[in-house]
């Protein structure tokens, strides 16, 4: 079991950063691949980043490469997403997501994780 607290959202203007912060709790932290989700009003939540159990794979949506970058501190039962040169259009709900991979590797779809954190707010002003 694996319950996850997102903090770090806020309202930026275009060009800014932001530092998302996933606290988990739960022993299986360490074992478990971590990604990142957003959703905009009115549109299906989507992928942004994911990583590894181990933090050596990572991958990330079109729309983040080269601005955003998901890490973890599995000493602190944290992963981050760092977000750089923000648009107007990276405006959502952020989530963050633990899931099980035998392999080790990435999760890129949403019905992979199995726990969920309950999101916090980015709003980027133009």
């Known amino acids: 079991q694996v319950q996850l607290v997102e903090s770090g959202g806020g309202v930026v203007q275009a060009g800014g950063s932001l530092r998302l912060s996933c606290a988990a709790s739960g022993r299986t932290f360490r074992s478990s691949a971590m990604g990142w989700f957003r959703q905009a009003p009115g549109k299906e939540r989507e992928f942004v980043a994911a990583i590894s159990w181990s933090g050596r794979s990572t991958y990330y949506a079109d729309s983040a490469k080269g601005r955003f970058t998901i890490s973890r501190d599995n000493a602190k039962n944290t992963a981050y997403l760092q977000m750089d040169s923000l648009k107007p259009e990276d405006t959502a709900v952020y989530y963050c997501?633990?899931?099980?991979?035998?392999?080790?590797?990435?999760?890129?779809?949403?019905?992979?994780?199995?726990?969920w954190g309950q999101g916090t707010q980015v709003t980027v002003s133009s």
């Open positions: 997501a633990a899931g099980s991979d035998l392999l080790g590797s990435v999760i890129l779809t949403a019905s992979g994780y199995a726990y």
